[in-house]
């Protein structure tokens, strides 16, 4: 539901209030403001603007939108916000909600200081995570962006997203025509990538397999747009649309790099959804979240000056701060693929 007259995005009730709230494309170049208008339920309106955060100052050729995806997870997406608005130097963000139901996610939409696009919504195996993620897309190329970051609440940034990690992997992307993914996370263990000097990051081996995509990455605007790339060619299934997109990436030669310094990774053991429905996880019987620590600059310096055939596995690289005796002994002994 929007609110035509505005061009606003509908967040949901919360208490006896109707929140929208205006779009990036909606704001006027120059406005630093956002604009909430709050209908009660007697029909009485009342118009105020909020400060948001000034809107970044990236080098040229470096203009970069955040969009950060999010359904139903709120403490997860209140652990990703606080790690965005830690360490974020360089973005601007928007959330993109996939029509979330849990009342407590309208509260953190609302107050979270970012504008905030619900989604079209879909069915299927992961609802309408990719309508989302076009029209995110859709919003960097009428926004005159040069990158898209794609960020999923159950994520969290580790260390400064700056000017100096942009640059990183702009110069991987333009090393090589064909590579439009710096994919940014920590790999996991079995990970078997090979560097690359030139690329200055990993790429799996044979060739053959680099080509390739990732839900998750620094994507080029200008070629996505080349490839002519879709992210929500699928609609209604209930095969893993990711496994779709990677072979259509493969068909037109579209090559990811993993990241030499990556700079942000999934949370382990997060609330899975499939078909709009949360799945029972043994792991998750007591409920909590886990958190990774900030990476400090003694941390960043270790892991930048490892040497550079070891890739970045987030267990040599990160370390939680919450972690009972049980829980390390759970992280310990668990599959990396039934972590994430």
Same mark, same amino acid.
């Given at each position: 539901?929007?609110?035509?007259?505005?061009?606003?995005?509908?967040?949901?009730?919360?208490?006896?209030?109707?929140?929208?709230?205006?779009?990036?494309?909606?704001?006027?170049?120059?406005?630093?403001?956002?604009?909430?208008?709050?209908?009660?339920?007697?029909?009485?309106?009342?118009?105020?603007?909020?400060?948001?955060?000034?809107?970044?100052?990236?080098?040229?050729?470096?203009?970069?939108?955040?969009?950060?995806?999010?359904?139903?997870?709120?403490?997860?997406?209140?652990?990703?916000?606080?790690?965005?608005?830690?360490?974020?130097?360089?973005?601007?963000?928007?959330?993109?909600?996939?029509?979330?139901?849990?009342?407590?996610?309208?509260?953190?939409?609302?107050?979270?200081?970012?504008?905030?696009?619900?989604?079209?919504?879909?069915?299927?195996?992961?609802?309408?995570?990719?309508?989302?993620?076009?029209?995110?897309?859709?919003?960097?190329?009428?926004?005159?962006?040069?990158?898209?970051?794609?960020?999923?609440?159950?994520?969290?940034?580790?260390?400064?997203?700056?000017?100096?990690?942009?640059?990183?992997?702009?110069?991987?992307?333009?090393?090589?025509?064909?590579?439009?993914?710096?994919?940014?996370?920590?790999?996991?263990?079995?990970?078997?990538?090979?560097?690359?000097?030139?690329?200055?990051?990993?790429?799996?081996?044979?060739?053959?397999?680099?080509?390739?995509?990732?839900?998750?990455?620094?994507?080029?605007?200008?070629?996505?747009?080349?490839?002519?790339?879709?992210?929500?060619?699928?609609?209604?299934?209930?095969?893993?649309?990711?496994?779709?997109?990677?072979?259509?990436?493969?068909?037109?030669?579209?090559?990811?790099?993993?990241?030499?310094?990556?700079?942000?990774?999934?949370?382990?053991? %997060?609330?899975? #959804? /499939? @078909?709009? $429905?949360?799945?029972?996880? *043994? !792991? =998750?019987?007591?409920?909590? &979240?886990? +958190?990774?620590?900030?990476?400090?600059?003694?941390?960043?310096?270790?892991?930048?000056?490892?040497?550079?055939?070891? %890739?970045?596995? #987030? /267990? @040599?690289? $990160?370390?939680?701060?919450? *972690? !009972? =005796?049980?829980?390390?002994? &759970?992280? +310990?002994?668990?599959?990396?693929?039934?972590?994430?």
């Amino acid at each position: 539901m929007t609110c035509p007259a505005l061009r606003a995005i509908y967040i949901g009730w919360v208490g006896n209030n109707l929140f929208c709230r205006k779009g990036i494309n909606d704001l006027p170049p120059n406005d630093n403001s956002m604009l909430e208008i709050h209908f009660s339920l007697d029909g009485n309106r009342e118009d105020f603007t909020t400060s948001r955060p000034q809107r970044k100052e990236p080098s040229q050729a470096m203009k970069t939108l955040l969009a950060i995806y999010s359904y139903n997870r709120p403490e997860a997406l209140s652990n990703c916000l606080d790690s965005v608005r830690q360490l974020n130097e360089v973005c601007d963000v928007v959330v993109y909600d996939d029509r979330s139901t849990r009342p407590e996610m309208w509260d953190i939409l609302s107050g979270c200081n970012y504008p905030v696009k619900e989604g079209p919504g879909s069915t299927g195996r992961h609802g309408g995570l990719y309508r989302n993620m076009q029209m995110a897309y859709d919003d960097a190329v009428l926004g005159g962006y040069d990158y898209l970051i794609n960020l999923q609440d159950d994520m969290q940034i580790v260390r400064p997203l700056n000017g100096s990690a942009l640059r990183q992997y702009i110069e991987t992307i333009k090393s090589q025509d064909s590579v439009f993914l710096v994919d940014y996370r920590f790999t996991r263990s079995g990970y078997d990538g090979q560097f690359d000097e030139k690329l200055n990051g990993y790429v799996s081996m044979p060739e053959e397999k680099s080509y390739t995509y990732s839900d998750c990455g620094f994507f080029s605007v200008e070629k996505l747009k080349q490839f002519e790339w879709q992210f929500d060619l699928f609609e209604n299934t209930l095969k893993p649309n990711e496994k779709s997109l990677r072979a259509i990436a493969r068909n037109k030669r579209m090559r990811k790099v993993t990241a030499r310094t990556p700079i942000a990774m999934h949370i382990p053991f %997060p609330e899975l #959804f /499939r @078909n709009g $429905l949360s799945l029972p996880r *043994l !792991s =998750r019987f007591g409920r909590k &979240l886990y +958190r990774y620590e900030t990476m400090d600059q003694e941390a960043i310096d270790r892991m930048d000056s490892r040497p550079p055939h070891e %890739p970045p596995n #987030f /267990r @040599n690289f $990160l370390r939680f701060e919450n *972690l !009972s =005796r049980w829980d390390s002994w &759970l992280l +310990r002994v668990s599959n990396d693929a039934k972590i994430f």
